[in-house]
């Protein structure tokens, strides 16, 4: 029984001389290796640990990254709106004829002259608004304004057609029927 596994290979003859002193050789290595650096295995988790946490910090920052951009842009599309407005506003002076139109879901009004309210539902001028405040603007200012956030223009008549843009539904009962362009409401 005191016989090693190497001998016992060496006299079945599975295992020559030479084969047996390599092996012992690379068990020497390793275990002279294994007693210079104990800690290797827990080197490796710490290394794949920090670099896991990289990784998030790389991905947090790559988001924040994309949500600043993103405000950045959005900013710069307000600033447009902004100078747009602000650059072709017609002006609504001495505008006595009250005209109505709906706003999110509220009847909204605005005082306006008689050539005014005549562009308005020739589709000539459109309404746009801005921190609550509504502004009058040419067509072609509207639709600019419109490419650039929908929500702004809150009310442009079809040039056309004399009639602002409804959301056309299927089964609208009254489709068919034809609103005067002198309605006063």
């Known amino acids: 029984m005191g016989n090693s596994l190497l001998d016992q290979l060496k006299k079945t003859g599975l295992v020559n001389e030479q084969q047996a002193k390599t092996a012992k050789k690379e068990k020497q290595k390793k275990s002279k290796k ?3 650096n104990p800690n ?3 080197v490796d988790e710490n290394r794949q ?3 896991d946490e990289q990784a998030k910090k790389a991905a947090r920052d ?3 990254n994309r949500d600043k951009a993103l405000l950045q842009q959005k900013r710069e599309v307000e600033a447009q709106i902004d100078q747009l407005i602000e650059a072709h ?4 002076d001495g505008g006595d004829v009250r005209f109505n139109f709906s706003d999110m879901g509220k009847v909204r009004r605005i005082y306006i002259t008689q050539e005014q309210q005549n562009q308005l539902s020739a589709g000539k001028i459109g309404i746009a608004k801005r921190e609550e405040t509504y502004y009058l603007v040419p067509a ?3 639709g600019k304004i ?3 956030d929908e929500s702004v223009v ?3 008549a079809h040039a056309e057609t004399g009639k602002q843009n409804p959301d056309k539904r299927d089964d609208d009962p009254y489709a068919d029927f034809q609103v005067p362009d002198d309605l006063m409401w």
């Open 140 to 142: 072609e200012v509207a």
């Open 49 to 51: 640990r920090v670099l």
């Open 89 to 92: 506003t017609v002006g609504r």
């Open 34 to 36: 294994k007693r210079k």
């Open 154 to 156: 809150v009310f442009l």
């Open 146 to 148: 419109r490419q650039r």
């Open 40 to 42: 290797e295995g827990h």
């Open 62 to 64: 790559k988001a924040l």
